[in-house]
């Protein structure tokens, strides 16, 4: 069966890339997913289907890469933030790093047959973020110089580039303003260091920029500012004016570079997308406002203010598909990033290469049966919001958040919206439905307006699901915060 995506039209972005098409990717993650779609089903049904010439991955997932061999696809593949100690003391760790993830996958010399075309190899994840503190910082250079020269000895150096993703916070501008732009003083010496090592070898300077986040957290971020709309309030910055955030926050990192003597370097952008669920403004049709005035610019070739006619040399989209495990501290938006719904089917349409034609959805795909689980009206349901936020705290309610696109159903709809995430997430077995007595198994959608009931892929997925069922009645920390946020109580 195939589940219909029922949020929105498809409103079709009419634009050719042309000469920049070969400069824009996706991210595409599955650690964070409870029932990945497989990599058979992504690499030819979405990538190749869609004509997206270049991957950015967090792994080397060995699915992952047998899918992606012979594509011809271009790929980044990541090193976690938490292998960053062990690599930077240890040269042998690195070289087999090397060796398991790239080597093995790389494609032959004679270039005849298969193999993965692996263009970066990002170390760390953010590693600079400001939360972390000092946690990863110390060990980014020195991994990165062992990587090299593993790659060196693998003779694959002159192949394959470094890069160490950072988050837009990792600089700082005195009064908003990008001629102000510095990094973070805490980064400062680092950053020196790590700047030598890439332009030494070659590498850009990669830059993860999060216009939403901007626009939750900083009062003076109009939404017309991030979404490219010319209409909105320009920012003056001496002779140069900025009509959007993106400019801005490029702009100041150009400014960072040149304070610190790098002022030329590349810049790639590693992620920038915008969230369709879990948050007021994150729907699909505000996603495709920013994706369309995203794509126009860097069509435009115009670049920045500070680089005129230069734009990013590369830039990915985050993200290809949604994740439903990702972290939520910084907000329930956080597992809605996809272009595509977990299942492979466009939330709204844009051009990642394929041109005037809509998006390809994933076709083929394999669902579980095709039940729900609900409340069951005919029982006393004066402990089911306390079922509901439990079910919360092990699945997946971010749609119930206010202005997500389940918020508006009433009680006791959100609490059968809970009880149906946790089945899913479990399998659909039978005891996942039970919540005291309080489940019911149906057959009939539930599903109301644009508030989708899903079903869960038939796939394997991460043990770390794999939780002891019928635990609904366990009172867990933060029980009380679901209850509350989502309308449970």
Same mark, same amino acid.
């Given at each position: 069966?195939?589940?219909?995506?029922?949020?929105?039209?498809?409103?079709?972005?009419?634009?050719?890339?042309?000469?920049?098409?070969?400069?824009?990717?996706?991210?595409?993650?599955?650690?964070?997913?409870?029932?990945?779609?497989?990599?058979?089903?992504?690499?030819?049904?979405?990538?190749?289907?869609?004509?997206?010439?270049?991957?950015?991955?967090?792994?080397?997932?060995?699915?992952?890469?047998?899918?992606?061999?012979?594509?011809?696809?271009?790929?980044?593949?990541?090193?976690?933030?938490?292998? $960053?100690?062990?690599?930077?003391?240890?040269?042998?760790?690195?070289?087999?790093?090397?060796?398991?993830?790239?080597?093995?996958?790389?494609?032959?010399?004679?270039?005849?047959?298969?193999?993965?075309?692996?263009?970066?190899?990002?170390?760390?994840?953010?590693?600079?973020?400001?939360?972390?503190?000092?946690?990863?910082?110390?060990?980014?250079?020195?991994?990165?110089?062992?990587?090299?020269?593993?790659?060196?000895?693998?003779?694959?150096?002159?192949?394959?580039?470094?890069?160490?993703?950072?988050?837009?916070?990792?600089?700082?501008?005195?009064?908003?303003?990008?001629?102000?732009?510095?990094?973070?003083?805490?980064?400062? @010496?680092?950053?020196?260091?790590?700047?030598?090592?890439?332009?030494?070898?070659?590498?850009?300077?990669?830059?993860? *920029? %999060?216009?939403?986040?901007?626009?939750?957290?900083?009062?003076?971020?109009?939404?017309?500012?991030?979404?490219?709309?010319?209409?909105?309030?320009?920012?003056?910055?001496?002779?140069?004016?900025? @009509?959007?955030?993106?400019?801005?926050?490029?702009?100041?990192? *150009?400014?960072?570079?040149?304070?610190?003597?790098?002022? =030329?370097?590349?810049?790639?952008?590693?992620?920038?997308?915008?969230?369709? =669920?879990?948050?007021? %403004?994150?729907?699909?049709?505000?996603?495709?406002?920013?994706?369309?005035? $995203?794509?126009?610019?860097?069509?435009?070739?115009?670049?920045?203010?500070?680089?005129?006619?230069?734009?990013?040399?590369?830039?990915?989209?985050?993200?290809? $598909?949604?994740?439903?495990?990702?972290?939520?501290?910084?907000?329930?938006?956080?597992?809605?990033?996809?272009?595509?719904?977990?299942?492979?089917?466009?939330?709204?349409?844009? =051009?990642?290469?394929?041109?005037?034609? %809509?998006?390809?959805?994933?076709?083929?795909?394999?669902?579980?049966?095709?039940?729900?689980?609900?409340?069951?009206?005919?029982? /006393?349901?004066?402990?089911?919001?306390?079922?509901?936020?439990?079910?919360?705290?092990?699945?997946?309610?971010?749609?119930?958040?206010?202005?997500?696109?389940?918020?508006?159903?009433?009680?006791?709809?959100?609490?059968?919206?809970?009880?149906?995430?946790?089945?899913?997430?479990?399998?659909?077995?039978?005891?996942?439905? /039970?919540?005291?007595?309080?489940?019911?198994?149906?057959?009939?959608?539930?599903?109301?307006? =644009?508030?989708?009931?899903?079903?869960?892929?038939?796939?394997?997925?991460?043990?770390?699901?794999?939780?002891?069922?019928?635990?609904?009645?366990?009172?867990?920390?933060?029980?009380?915060?679901?209850?509350?946020?989502?309308?449970?109580?």
């Amino acid at each position: 069966m195939r589940c219909d995506y029922r949020s929105v039209t498809l409103v079709p972005l009419l634009l050719s890339w042309g000469a920049v098409a070969m400069a824009l990717g996706v991210n595409w993650g599955t650690s964070s997913s409870s029932h990945p779609l497989p990599p058979s089903t992504v690499v030819p049904g979405l990538l190749k289907a869609n004509n997206i010439t270049r991957v950015k991955l967090s792994g080397a997932d060995p699915d992952v890469m047998a899918s992606l061999s012979g594509s011809g696809i271009q790929v980044t593949v990541g090193i976690p933030n938490e292998m $960053l100690r062990a690599l930077s003391s240890s040269k042998k760790d690195a070289a087999s790093w090397v060796h398991d993830n790239v080597t093995r996958y790389f494609p032959p010399i004679s270039g005849v047959g298969g193999g993965v075309r692996i263009e970066y190899i990002a170390v760390g994840d953010e590693p600079f973020l400001s939360s972390y503190g000092q946690q990863f910082q110390h060990f980014v250079v020195g991994a990165a110089t062992n990587i090299q020269l593993a790659l060196t000895a693998a003779k694959l150096a002159n192949n394959v580039k470094i890069i160490v993703p950072c988050t837009s916070d990792a600089y700082q501008s005195d009064m908003n303003l990008p001629s102000k732009g510095h990094f973070r003083p805490d980064l400062t @010496k680092t950053m020196i260091e790590l700047l030598s090592f890439l332009s030494k070898h070659g590498s850009p300077f990669v830059v993860d *920029i %999060n216009p939403f986040l901007a626009l939750q957290q900083n009062k003076n971020v109009s939404l017309g500012y991030v979404l490219f709309q010319s209409k909105s309030h320009a920012v003056t910055d001496g002779h140069n004016k900025y @009509k959007n955030y993106f400019d801005a926050s490029i702009d100041t990192l *150009i400014s960072s570079l040149s304070k610190v003597g790098f002022g =030329d370097m590349d810049i790639v952008v590693g992620r920038i997308g915008w969230p369709t =669920d879990g948050a007021v %403004n994150a729907t699909p049709a505000v996603a495709q406002t920013f994706m369309q005035g $995203l794509i126009d610019h860097l069509k435009s070739k115009a670049g920045t203010p500070l680089r005129l006619k230069r734009p990013p040399r590369e830039t990915y989209i985050f993200s290809l $598909l949604d994740e439903d495990q990702r972290g939520i501290t910084t907000g329930n938006y956080e597992r809605h990033w996809g272009i595509f719904t977990f299942d492979g089917q466009a939330k709204y349409n844009v =051009d990642l290469g394929q041109g005037s034609k %809509n998006l390809v959805n994933a076709h083929n795909v394999e669902y579980l049966a095709s039940k729900w689980c609900v409340v069951n009206n005919n029982k /006393d349901l004066s402990n089911a919001s306390a079922g509901a936020a439990d079910a919360c705290s092990n699945a997946d309610c971010t749609a119930l958040s206010p202005g997500g696109s389940c918020f508006g159903i009433s009680w006791p709809g959100n609490v059968s919206y809970a009880f149906n995430s946790y089945y899913q997430q479990h399998d659909q077995s039978a005891d996942s439905c /039970d919540f005291g007595g309080l489940g019911l198994i149906t057959t009939v959608d539930p599903s109301i307006d =644009d508030c989708r009931f899903t079903i869960a892929l038939h796939t394997s997925f991460s043990s770390s699901v794999h939780e002891t069922l019928g635990m609904w009645w366990t009172i867990v920390v933060g029980a009380c915060v679901c209850s509350c946020l989502l309308g449970f109580a």
